[in-house]
């Protein structure tokens, strides 16, 4: 970790502070006249993304380098200078300036302090280290990466999901705070508008100003006259809207005495300046308290509590079964699944999705970290983990072990009629999705979380529906969703991440296949840039690509992305594996596997015969072999099933599947899947003798072009026979 320890003025040793003395002196400077200017700065320093032309993922770059603030932390100043009397006086530049240094040096030793205080408790770190303990096991050190582990919410995710989390609630709003959940929406996005378009006057206004008149503070300042003008909401409204959220001049932000401790202007972080004019420095605060305070205010209502919790449940479940309906379309997604043994409920899925001989078992919840939590407590820390996530991945479990013994379980869905599952299921994903951010979640469940995995089980995504709102935007075909979830499981323990954004961002640039060579991988926040840019293009009509070179764009236009397509499209069961196999490939073997199948396929073409190719899935006891043929269905299947019972065989192989292409268009025409235990066969061990004994080339060295078999040579369909005895006269 780079030294981030404050140097005493003098140019001496530097000296470790600890970090209340430090944020005592950070208070200090707060509170000082004219520092909003200072904030103000870093709101539009920080804040904002720069570009011109495209937005592009260099334009995102000063947001990951280190040497920004996060808006947790410019969170903290506005805290900080709320607990004294905010003056507004512009002081001079080189106070400013000034402001600006001390404050970035501050929250640097901030950062350090509280990461050593965290992991090693006053502990040489040496010593501490040597020992191999792991740190972040102790509730205390999950501060550091709750503080500082980021958002998992876009601004623009907020906006839409408020209006589907309250609008069930319209009523209560309008009968108890004067809005409806739209108008609020109004407002917020209004004063948004307001502030952009005040920022790019402000820029060409400040080039004919004395430097000594330069501040970014009125780009964030607005009146309910301006927010009347551009919103289309009545006067009345905005003020009941602005009078639910803003921090009046004459309060004092008194219990914030801590990074920890509870700050109110997060909760109100817009500004009443007393003389009729407001201040909103970051407009992200509003809208997350726009999203998570209402059901607050609704909580304190004993009459409306009960509906106020069930809508808010009602909300999680349906907006996480809807986003899967979107990749895997209506009929495979299943909701309030009730699961009996006998008459009496053995447990219950807000969400089944079924695919093929895969399923993903949905648990949602809607628990927050509390204020206890945050502050490292261990045992609040650990007893809110176990009520948003530990609970809901136990009863995960349950279904998971349910559908894997259905003739014990009878399934039935919200109006109790009976579900039939059709195919036996064999690969099952549990995910459990929150309703709210939950900080440093993906970091907590690998900490704590007792993951129970078997073959058929898999490790679980954690998330909330914020991300699945962005796993679901790029991953929206069945195997691209399922790819993730099984290369997730597998690096469940070897990633070192603090939000699920991160590893999503490399599976799309990468693919998260991860050697068996590392034991773990720490990939930074600056991963998820590429998603940033794609998700502004997209949701906020960015000028950009909406597109993330890598995994979703390496198959398109060549035969293996139109096998895969098919496979999708169809649902074969018997090919979900493979299907999700072959999206694992690395780059250079796909690209191999796709050269192959243009060069047998051309080659079935022109000489009318079967052309095949097979190939083991590396470290599973698994693998495919592909016919491109013209023959009668029922012989090709004697033919498919003959070769991958060879191969099968030859590779004491657990699983091997056969499928049938079309030569022309490679239409898959049929599917076949061996799992009979593999077993010692005299005749098997003859023929195999018989058969010439080539190790396969590597993908990535497959050229164009095919080989010509010779009429004595076993037949490559896989049958045992001689070339001339066998496909040469079909």
């Given at each position: ?51 011109t032309g ?26 900080l ?8 006086d ?26 050593t ?16 303990k792991?740190p972040?096991q ?137 003389d ?26 004993d ?85 948003a ?96 979830l ?27 296949w ?23 293009v ?19 236009g ?53 052309k ?119």
């Open positions: 970790m780079k030294d981030l320890s404050n140097e005493s003025s003098s140019g001496g040793v530097s000296v470790e502070r600890t970090e209340r003395e430090i944020f005592s002196e950070l208070e200090t400077l707060c509170a000082d006249p004219g520092y909003i200017h200072a904030v103000a700065y870093f709101c539009f320093r920080d804040n904002l993304i720069k570009y495209q937005l592009g993922v260099k334009d995102m770059d000063a947001h990951y380098e280190g040497s920004s603030l996060l808006r947790t932390e410019i969170a903290t100043l506005i805290g200078m709320a607990r004294s009397k905010i003056i507004t512009i002081p001079a530049p080189a106070t400013v300036q000034g402001y600006v240094d001390r404050t970035d040096a501050l929250m640097k030793e901030l950062h350090f302090a509280m990461a205080e965290a992991f090693f408790g006053g502990k040489d770190r040496f010593s501490f280290l040597a020992s191999g792991d972040f102790d509730g205390p050190a999950m501060r550091e990466p709750i503080f500082y582990g980021g958002e998992s919410a876009y601004n623009f995710q907020y906006r839409t999901l408020t209006q589907l989390k309250y609008e069930a609630d319209d009523n209560w709003l309008m009968m108890t705070q004067g809005f409806a959940i739209a108008d609020a929406l109004a407002v917020t996005k209004a004063i948004s508008d307001f502030h952009l378009r005040r920022i790019s006057l402000l820029r060409k206004e400040m080039r004919i100003q004395a430097p000594d008149q330069w501040t970014f503070l009125p780009a964030f300042t607005f009146a309910i006259e301006d927010i009347a003008a551009s919103s289309g909401v009545e006067v009345a409204t905005i003020e009941a809207v602005l009078s639910s959220f803003r921090f009046e001049s004459h309060e004092r932000n008194d219990p914030f005495t801590g990074l920890s401790e509870f700050n109110e202007a997060n909760v109100r972080p817009v500004l009443h300046l007393g009729g004019s407001y201040v909103l420095l970051q407009h992200y605060q509003l809208q997350e308290s726009l999203y998570e305070s209402p059901f607050f205010w609704m909580m304190a209502d009459d409306y509590r009960p509906i106020a919790t069930t809508n808010r449940g009602k909300f999680t479940e349906s907006y996480s079964s809807g986003r899967l309906r979107s990749v895997f379309g209506n009929a495979r997604v299943l909701t309030n699944v009730d699961i009996y043994r006998g008459k009496n409920r053995y447990a219950e899925a807000d969400a089944l999705v079924l695919f093929g001989n895969h399923a993903i078992v949905v648990q949602a919840k809607s628990k927050r970290l509390t204020l206890n939590a945050r502050k490292g407590n261990d045992l609040a820390l650990r007893d809110d983990f176990k009520k996530v530990a609970n809901a991945y136990d009863q995960a479990l349950l279904c998971a072990d349910a559908l894997l013994r259905p003739g014990e379980f009878v399934f039935r869905d919200a109006t109790a009629k009976e579900l039939k599952i059709e195919e036996p299921i064999e690969v099952i994903f549990p995910m459990c999705v929150l309703a709210d951010h939950y900080p440093a979640l993906t970091f907590q469940a690998r900490q704590f979380l007792e993951v129970k995995t078997t073959e058929a089980i898999r490790g679980p995504l954690v998330t909330d529906v914020f991300t699945l709102d962005v796993i679901a935007e790029f991953l929206e075909t069945p195997l691209h969703f399922l790819n993730y099984d290369l997730r499981a597998r690096a469940y323990d070897k990633l070192l991440v603090t939000n699920e954004l991160i590893p999503l961002s490399y599976h799309l640039r990468n693919n998260l991860l050697d068996d060579k590392y034991d773990m991988v720490n990939l930074g926040d600056d991963f998820t840039a590429h998603v940033d840019v794609a998700m502004t997209r949701r906020q009509g960015a000028s950009g690509s909406r597109e993330i070179k890598g995994i979703l764009t390496r198959y398109r060549n035969p293996l992305g139109s096998i895969v397509e098919q496979i999708e499209a169809t649902s074969i069961p018997q090919l979900t594996e493979p299907g999700v196999w072959l999206l694992q490939l690395s780059d250079s073997s796909a690209s191999g596997l796709s050269r192959a199948l243009e060069s047998q396929n051309n080659a079935a073409i022109r000489d009318g015969r079967t095949d190719i097979s190939l083991p899935f590396e470290g599973q006891r698994a693998g495919l072999t592909i016919h491109i043929t013209s023959l009668p269905d029922d012989v090709a299947r004697d033919k498919i099933l003959q070769h991958a019972r060879l191969k099968k065989y030859d590779l004491k192989a657990e699983r091997w599947y056969g499928m049938v292409l079309r030569p022309g268009d490679l239409r898959i025409r049929l599917a076949v899947v061996l799992t009979d235990p593999w077993q010692a066969n005299s005749g098997m061990d003859t023929l195999l003798a018989t058969l010439p004994r080539r190790a396969p080339a590597p993908l990535d060295k497959v050229a164009l072009q095919a080989r010509k078999i010779g009429r004595n040579e076993p037949c490559s369909c896989g049958s045992g026979l001689k070339y001339k005895k066998c496909c040469l006269s079909r």
